[in-house]
């Protein structure tokens, strides 16, 4: 097993960044599996109007795919986002802990660094986001379904925060042998209404 161990910064810009946003309900989009430049325009519309964040601009003949569900913008503390119209999350690639190419022999390795690394996080997203709705981790018996049907499956550490429109989630990934589990690490999403 591999593991990387970086600075939070860039969490640390992009939580404040998530915590600017008062109404998410202004940047979500419909409930479909809908795709292509029409969907992907609305989007960019709606986050542009409800947060001021910078759409990523088409280089010159470039157009939207018709696969297209998501966007890509850059914030004012010069954050990448990645919003769908239910999802959004920050692409901070070096920030936090992570651990890879995971061996089966490395389970027990990889939970001590998330049990290691999780309060850096938590106490970094309480600074933004205050306290949260819902702490839990897979010690708890109930910890699959309590937050929500399924909302403990494949994590090892949970956080919600409530908010207008939206749930933000703070977890790491489970690792397991079987599957093998390749990389693990803290990470954190906006769940749009």
Not at 11 to 38: H, I, K, N, R, Y
Not at 132 to 158: I, M
Request: aromatic fraction near 10%.
């Amino acid at each position: 097993m591999k593991t990387q161990d970086r600075p939070l910064d860039e969490d640390d810009l992009a939580m404040a960044d998530f915590a600017e946003v008062q109404d998410w309900t202004a940047v979500a989009g419909p409930d479909s599996d809908a795709t292509g430049p029409a969907v992907v325009t609305a989007l960019v519309n709606r986050v542009m109007a409800a947060t001021g964040w910078t759409p990523w601009d088409l280089e010159p003949g470039e157009t939207i795919d018709d696969g297209s569900a998501s966007w890509g913008f850059t914030t004012r503390r010069g954050t990448t986002m990645v919003v769908f119209d239910g999802l959004a999350f920050a692409d901070c690639r070096n920030a936090g802990w992570t651990a890879y190419q995971i061996g089966p022999d490395d389970i027990a390795d990889a939970e001590k660094g998330l049990d290691e690394h999780w309060p850096d996080h938590l106490q970094l997203a309480r600074k933004h986001w205050g306290e949260p709705d819902y702490l839990s981790d897979d010690s708890n018996p109930d910890f699959l379904d309590e937050w929500g049907a399924g909302a403990g499956v494949d994590r090892r550490h949970l956080a919600v925060w409530i908010r207008t429109g939206a749930q933000f989630h703070l977890f790491s990934n489970k690792p397991t042998k079987d599957p093998l589990t390749p990389a693990v690490g803290v990470n954190y999403a906006v769940y749009i209404d």
